[in-house]
């Protein structure tokens, strides 16, 4: 059928086009079905129909296909259905559990980068592995697809390190310790971070407080090779894009499904080349891991995927269910790391977890011999070694080398919350914490955040403030305020009411 | 937040708006979250971002929203974020594999219906009902939401008479014979029906050859007081629409979950006020139904929920691996059911299916005394108040009632599939049997579709024409013919090649 193009002006992440009933019918499609437009080449699409949006006799056409056939609008192309997408049938098959094989992985992978699966489909496939699964090898073809859909890093020098964390606890902005603890031994660590999607700040988030965050996988590359390490936005590279695109589904239904998650993680450190890769498994209340044995099977499985990768994998399960240090928020964790770099001065249990997941580093890439790791951590850390790293790794990423904890901006309205009686705090509730530092600002206002004045067991008096809201703008704070008073996102009780027999966790 | 209206004059199915990636951020907001705009009155919008689509301080509006406001553009609205929708909770509990109340049922029908979820949510809805389904209490609740989400009609005298078939059986056009035959037996039966998706014609797409079949529930009320019967398009009506809604991802998918096919057939029946309701159930290769076991499940099923609604329905297990009568295609099958009507001339399998179904709903409704139905169509076929009726019911939707099958213009470019051996028919396909008519132009072009000149087990001889196919365009006639004669949709051979002990079905 030929039919004039009417281009609309608007990106909707998908390569869509709009037939007029009437064409749709005589066409024999439907929407969701693909047809084939000719223009010079030949590309695919996905239909949707209007009564009235496009006239019968035009097509309408949305950004993507409009820029992708180079065509003027008013110009007449040639329009075919086409089969059913292959990826459909895949997605069907999923739904049905059957396990699929290598190439039928490479294609759905190969057509989320392309945006050529649209919202239903995608969205099918999330739940299907949300509620399925897949396979050791399927999801180590998963990976490796997501790995050959992006760009890689090919190091001339080895070995590369990496390290993860599994999201879920706030204030964990212990890359910002871990990445020059380790360069600053003579370790490569090119770290590509995220930005907050749901949290309070990423490590990107954070690291933009002190310098420029976006940079192309050449790039990482180079400043990697000069300094030892980066601590950047993956985003901005082209490092397994499949992720980001993926997250249009999983984020509005609240999942990330178990195999998607492990094929994620791992794609980002095989497209660096990561040969030791060590990954920190936050368990506990309000975590992405209920409990240790959920923990511990996380932990095998991503040993298994490094395995069959040809990446060496260490896990730690680490506590999660209060937050790491006494801060949350971009520029307040940024403060609170770089206090710790310029005088050991902060939290034990943020310099205990930093080392310690640094030591593992350490030894992995034969910098330290076995369990000597977190001790020449530690000394990497007071001797000056990681403070001076960290400047090189600011100062190549654009920022100031001599910027130091007093010159980071906070926001400047803030409020207490206090204790309502005497007692112990006996519970952290970390989703609330993030949602009143999200609702003071961050992570888009650097300035905004918490600073926690008790941590979990410390006895406090009615009136002690337990936390303060930080802001940089008054609205935000009154709102972030009157939700932390509403929802008390921190218990006070006797400790003797709450205390029953049972397991504590021993680690941490 | 304060944002400038810019609209979007396009429909995309969802309440969406689209905000700069910045004021995004400064929402804290997410592709896929809520936000609430207040204008005169507050309404809810899924959330999309965009770089350059829209400047900071301006909210993309589509045309679903933008009529909801009854703002003008450059009209400055306020906007907040708002809480994760319900319905997404839900779908997330059905992805959880627990089960739903009935409030939360409703709120996600009622949500289908307004069009308030996303693309990404109804397909995670369907996809997780595909691979879970629903428990009985769940169906039912589903059904009613169906039900009390769209218009009812309620009748005066009873008992309301009712028909249904399930799909996938081409040529099933025994509504044509079996509403007049019921009507002219002084029962009411208002018949609504779909139009062909997948298929080369619906009831509704044949009814539209004779007259119009597009009316109000009210309209379907009144006729049917006055000529006892109709058949009309049921997506013209308002009854039970989150349906057609569904579509929009059970198409794309390829499934059809059980739990929403109970509902959606049972929720129509349901909104007219039917009291007896017969179904059939189209059993054996090719159908929508495997095998005999399934249908006695479904017509369980059926019968069950029929119960809990208050309705009666029995359910009539047929034979469905070759087409019904010999022709497929709107006017070609309209030409066959009036053939009938006028002196009973046609293939038997028509008839006697036509009947038998006619037969059952005459005595659910007291017109014949038990094991006398069947007689008592054929009868009301053979003095001919079946036509007679057919004609009031087509005069009463507008049609010329003085119509007879001579009249039907039929497509005027026809070609022939002949056997390529000597044999007998022992395999239809029906599936590629409709994709033919449907290549031939069915059901758009109602002239378009496909006689069977050689049924199940027939003898033919090499060079016999099997199947004319119809279409109205030439070139469309070249591509069903070429499709027909390449992937062979009846399949022609020596009858002992293939001859298997095993079990015949015993129906039909």
Same mark, same amino acid.
């Given at each position: 059928m030929q039919l004039k193009l009417q281009h609309? $002006?608007?990106?909707?992440?998908q390569h869509k086009v709009l037939f007029n009933i009437e064409d749709a019918k005589e066409l024999g499609i439907n929407p969701g079905d693909r047809v084939r437009i000719r223009d010079h080449e030949s590309i695919s699409a996905i239909v949707d129909t209007t009564m009235d949006m496009v006239k019968a006799g035009t097509l309408g056409v949305f950004t993507e296909v409009y820029e992708h056939l180079e065509a003027g609008a008013d110009k007449t192309v040639e329009v075919f259905p086409a089969l059913r997408s292959k990826s459909g049938k895949i997605i069907k098959k999923m739904m049905d559990k059957e396990h699929l094989n290598r190439e039928e992985i490479n294609l759905l992978v190969k057509d989320v980068v392309d945006e050529n699966l649209s919202d239903i489909e995608l969205s099918a496939f999330m739940t299907a592995s949300y509620i399925y699964g897949m396979s050791d090898d399927e999801i180590e073809w998963l990976t490796r697809a997501m790995i050959d859909t992006g760009e890689r890093i090919e190091f001339d020098t080895h070995p590369i390190m990496d390290k993860h964390s599994i999201g879920g606890?706030?204030?964990?902005?212990i890359s910002l310790l871990v990445v020059p603890i380790v360069a600053a031994n003579g370790l490569l660590i090119p770290k590509t971070s995220s930005r907050a999607i749901t949290g309070a700040g990423g490590t990107a988030d954070l690291m933009e407080v002190l310098c420029n965050v976006e940079f192309s996988a050449q790039e990482v590359k180079e400043m990697t090779e000069k300094v030892g390490g980066v601590l950047v936005?993956?985003?901005?590279?082209?490092?397994?894009?499949a992720d980001d695109k993926l997250i249009r589904a999983e984020y509005p239904l609240s999942i990330d499904p178990y195999c998607q998650m492990l094929a994620s993680i791992m794609a980002k450190k095989g497209a660096i080349g990561a040969d030791n890769v060590v990954i920190d498994i936050p368990t506990g209340? =309000?975590?992405?891991?209920?409990?240790i044995q959920e923990g511990q099977k996380l932990a095998r499985d991503l040993v298994n995927l490094g395995h069959r990768l040809g990446m060496n994998v260490e896990c730690a399960l680490t506590y999660g269910s209060s937050p790491i240090g006494r801060t949350v928020g971009p520029a307040l964790e940024v403060r609170e790391a770089l206090k710790v770099l310029e005088n050991?001065?902060?939290?034990n249990s943020l310099i205990e977890k930093s080392t310690a997941l640094a030591g593992i580093l350490l030894e992995m890439g034969g910098a330290a011999p076995r369990d000597h790791g977190k001790e020449l951590a530690m000394e990497t850390l007071k001797n000056g070694k990681a403070l001076a790293k960290m400047r090189e790794i600011i100062e190549i990423q654009g =920022?100031?080398?001599?910027?130091?904890? $007093?010159d980071i901006q906070v926001g400047e309205y803030t409020g207490d919350i206090c204790a309502?009686? $005497?007692?112990?705090?006996?519970?952290? $509730?970390n989703k609330w914490l993030i949602e009143v530092a999200r609702l003071a600002g961050a992570p888009n206002d650097k300035g905004a955040g918490i600073t926690l004045h008790k941590k979990m067991g410390e006895a406090v008096k009615k009136g002690d403030p337990i936390l303060t809201v930080y802001a940089e703008k008054e609205f935000k704070l009154d709102i972030a305020i009157t939700t932390a008073q509403r929802t008390n996102p921190i218990v006070v009780e006797g400790?003797?009411?709450?205390r029953v027999p049972g397991t504590i966790y021993g680690f941490q």
């Open positions: 609309f $002006d608007i990106k909707i992440g606890v706030p204030g964990n902005k936005w993956g985003g901005a590279t082209n490092i397994a894009p209340a =309000g975590t992405k891991v209920a409990n050991l001065e902060g939290p =920022g100031d080398p001599n910027v130091s904890s $007093d309502s009686a $005497d007692g112990y705090v006996i519970e952290f $509730d400790m003797l009411l709450r």
